[in-house]
């Protein structure tokens, strides 16, 4: 079955970059599309960015287009999220999962912006 694993958050000053993996075993992504959805503490979790498995489409929230950019190498079965010019309010644990299906949500990876 499959499993994804999110890794890469960690702190960082307003202004910064971080980059996300989302790196899956037991199946392929090829087929899919893969969304990053982050929930901050005491608000519902929220879609961030997704990217699909034919054309290569992305989707970004109004939030975070300029500043994030998402990604996928096949090969590696992974997907990426860059992170630039972080804000505060980017502070959320941040997973990853195939968009639609209903996957049970993995533990995430914390991002936490602070000066």
């Known amino acids: 079955q499959l499993q994804l694993v999110e890794s890469g958050g ?8 971080l980059r996300l993996s989302c790196a899956a075993s037991g199946l392929s992504l090829d087929m899919y599309t893969v969304g990053w959805f982050r929930q901050a503490p005491g608000k519902e979790r929220e879609g961030v960015s997704s990217i699909s498995s034919t054309d290569g489409s992305t989707y970004y929230t109004n939030s975070v287009k300029g500043r994030f950019t998402i990604s996928r190498d096949n090969a590696k079965n992974t ?3 860059q992170m630039n010019s972080l804000k505060p309010e980017d ?3 941040y997973s990853c ?3 639609g299906l209903r996957d049970s949500w ?3 990876t914390q991002v936490t912006v602070s000066s």
Do not use: F
Not at 10 to 17: A, E, K, M, T
């Open 106 to 108: 993995g533990q995430g």
């Open 97 to 99: 999962r195939r968009t």
């Open 91 to 93: 502070t959320a644990v």
């Open 79 to 81: 997907v990426y999220l």
């Open 10 to 17: 960690g702190l960082v000053q307003p202004g910064g970059s």
